[in-house]
């Protein structure tokens, strides 16, 4: 499954992502159409993949699952077609993953568009506008207007800075000022912001400073990042983090035993259909916001074994690629925190994530 040899597909891509984060910015509420850019980015997918009838026969069982379960459990027709764009979209996003290659000209301007992504965050949290009170609780709502998905993207996006900037650029001072003030951000976001998941990317940042800064100023951090949450500092980290009796950790934790039970009652195997789990808790609690804050057993619940074939699929592709360092663990469990957020494959974030893995597997470009 090769894409098209065309000089401008990597042109496609990244000025496809940032109409992306432009409509992101823009639109009042971008949750709201996303079975709309699903719908999008399969489009843009299938014209992009050379072979794609071929493709669409190989993963042809997966779709099949998924919507025979979902239309014999009494799934919408809408729902259906939007699970399937989703497993159509997760699964061509490897293939390109495996066929694209990004030139100096796509490297740099991804490069300046984490940058000022980067700057007009910074600049956000200057103004008390962009806070909001949630509960007698002062939040950061981000750049994008929307306070998980903006620290989610700003998250993605301060990685796939420093990855292109570190395969771009050769100065080692310039390098170890760019991490410095990369790491600053990071933690400053994550205090205003208050979006615990992103503790989840902390450990690729301190790999960072392993690789680039040397072993004293990583013994020194690391001594720095035990204090912080040593128990001296622990109660101001509850309740800036939010964790001590925090409702919200509860919930998601008695949502996820439900839907355990419900992935147990289907014998690990049978998909319950799509949109399944969100419905059960809507209609469990009577509450119309409710979601399921888990992505990886939201998807295992209305997908069953499907799920497990998607998976294995993505893991067996990565594994030939050899792509299982230590920086690749450490990116992907930050990535995978967005599932807490019910954003695991969104486009706004597997984009860049998947940005960053060619970036990895490409000859390092030094300027």
């Known amino acids: 499954m090769l894409i098209n040899k065309s000089k401008f597909q990597g042109d496609i891509l ?82 390109v993953y495996d066929s694209t290659t990004l030139v100096c000209q796509n490297l740099k301007l991804l490069n300046k568009l984490s940058f000022i992504v980067f700057i007009l965050s910074l600049f956000a949290m200057l ?88 072993k004293r100023i990583f013994f020194a951090m690391s001594v720095f990042c035990v204090a912080l949450v040593s128990f001296s500092m622990f109660d101001e980290l509850k309740v800036v983090l939010r964790i001590n009796e925090d409702a919200s950790f509860l919930t998601r934790e008695s949502l996820s035993i439900f839907l355990l039970d419900g992935i147990r009652e289907n014998y690990f195997i049978f998909p319950h259909g799509a949109r399944k789990s969100t419905d059960f808790f809507q209609t469990f609690f009577n509450d119309e916001s409710l979601t399921p804050h ?45 599932a807490l957020h019910n954003m695991l494959f969104l486009p706004y974030l597997l984009l860049p994530y998947l940005f960053i893995l060619i970036i990895k597997k490409q000859p390092i470009i030094r300027l």
């Open 14 to 95: 990244v000025y496809a992502y940032m109409i992306l984060l432009i409509m992101t910015r823009i639109l009042p509420n971008i949750s709201s159409i996303n079975a709309i850019v699903y719908a999008l980015f399969c489009c843009l997918y299938f014209f992009l993949l050379k072979h794609s009838f071929s493709f669409c026969l190989k993963i042809l069982p997966i779709l099949l699952i998924i919507s025979i379960f979902s239309y014999a459990n009494g799934s919408g027709m809408l729902y259906i077609l939007i699970d399937v764009s989703i497993a159509y979209f997760i699964l061509a996003s490897i293939l």
């Open 294 to 338: 888990n992505d990886f057993l939201r998807y295992y619940y209305d997908w069953g074994f499907a799920f497990l074939l998607l998976i294995l699929f993505m893991f067996n592709d990565l594994k030939k690629r050899k792509c299982f360092d230590f920086g690749f663990i450490f990116i992907s469990l930050g990535y995978c925190s967005f």
């Open 127 to 214: 103004f008390p506008a962009n806070y909001i009170d949630i509960g007698g609780d002062i939040r950061f709502i981000g750049f994008f207007k929307y306070g998980n998905l903006s620290a989610s993207i700003v998250s993605i996006l301060c990685v796939l800075y420093w990855e292109t900037f570190n395969l771009l650029y050769k100065n080692a001072k310039r390098k170890t000022v760019v991490l410095f003030f990369l790491i600053c951000f990071f933690v400053s976001y994550i205090f205003v912001c208050k979006t615990r998941s992103l503790l989840f990317f902390l450990p690729y940042w301190i790999y960072q400073i392993y690789l680039f800064c040397g």
